[in-house]
C-alpha cells in the first residue's frame, strides 16, 4: 500500500445519490487504475488513466466516470449510484507499464 | 477471448506441507504474467512477474514458474502466515491499459 491511499474507506449511501472515491498517490507513476471486485468476478477493470486528463474504459465502464487533473490523483464518480455497484473498489498504479500496485480499497454499499 | 483461470479454487495445507497453485490463461501474446497476494480486507500485494516460457521467480517459501499455457506458484513447507488469497494476472501484447486480466483467485488456508 506504500505511496497509495484511498478514501474514503467505506462509504454507505443511498441509491440514486452521487459519489466521488478518491486514490492519491506519491510515487508519481503515470498510469492508474480503478477495478471492483465481487465475490464470483475476481477483479475487473472501471477505468484507467495514462496521464493527466487521459483516461479510457475498462470491462465494465457503465455507470461510472473518472477524472485525472492531477498526477498524484484519479477520482472515480458514480453519477447516480444503484444496488449492483455495491463493492470494493481498488485503485492501482503502475509506473513503467508492468506490475500494478495496489491501494488499501474503498467498501462501498448502496442501500 | 482472454481468459484467465485458477485452480483449485480453495486449498486447505496442513504446516510443512508443499503443494502447487495452477493459473491458466489464454492470450494471443503474453507481455506478462503477475503473481499477487491479497489478505481479507486489504489490497492485492504484488510477489512476482515472469516474462517467458521457463522463467521462475523465488521468495522465501514461494516459487513462480511459467510455460506457454499456464503458472505454478509453488508453496514450499507453507506455515500459517502464508494464509490467503492468491490472484494471477496476465498482461497481453498491444493495447496497454486494459489489458491486465485477474484470475478468480486460489484461497490457501495453512493449518498449524
Known amino acids: 500500500d506504500a505511496g497509495i491511499t484511498q478514501s474514503p474507506r467505506h462509504k454507505v449511501t443511498e441509491t440514486g445519490t452521487p459519489v466521488t472515491l478518491r486514490c492519491h498517490q506519491t510515487e508519481n507513476h503515470r498510469y492508474m487504475y480503478w477495478y471492483r471486485q465481487d465475490p464470483g468476478h475476481g477483479l475487473r477493470l472501471i477505468h484507467y488513466?495514462?496521464?493527466?486528463?487521459?483516461?479510457d474504459k475498462g470491462e465494465v465502464s457503465d455507470g461510472y466516470s473518472v477524472s485525472r487533473s492531477k498526477t498524484e490523483d484519479f477520482l472515480l464518480t458514480l453519477e447516480s449510484a444503484t444496488s449492483s455497484q455495491t463493492s470494493v473498489y481498488f485503485c492501482?498504479?503502475?509506473?513503467?507499464?508492468?506490475?500494478?500496485?495496489f491501494g488499501p480499497g474503498t467498501r462501498l454499499t448502496v442501500l | 477471448e482472454d481468459q484467465v483461470t485458477q485452480s483449485p479454487e480453495a486449498l486447505r495445507l496442513q504446516e510443512g506441507e508443499s503443494s502447487s497453485l495452477n493459473c491458466s490463461y489464454t492470450v494471443s501474446g503474453l507481455r506478462g504474467l503477475f503473481w499477487y497476494r491479497q489478505d481479507p480486507g486489504k489490497g492485492p500485494e504484488f510477489l512476482f512477474t515472469l516474462y517467458s516460457a521457463g522463467e521462475e521467480k523465488e521468495k522465501e517459501r514461494l516459487k513462480a514458474t511459467l510455460t506457454k499455457k499456464e503458472s505454478f506458484l509453488h508453496i514450499t513447507a507453507p506455515k500459517p502466515e502464508d494464509s490467503a488469497t492468491y490472484l494471477c494476472a496476465v498482461q497481453e501484447v498491444g493495447n496497454y491499459g486494459q489489458n491486465f486480466v485477474f484470475g478468480p483467485g486460489t484461497r490457501l488456508s495453512v493449518l498449524p
Open positions: 488513466s495514462y496521464g493527466v486528463k487521459d483516461t
Open positions: 492501482a498504479i503502475s509506473g513503467q507499464g508492468n506490475e500494478q500496485f
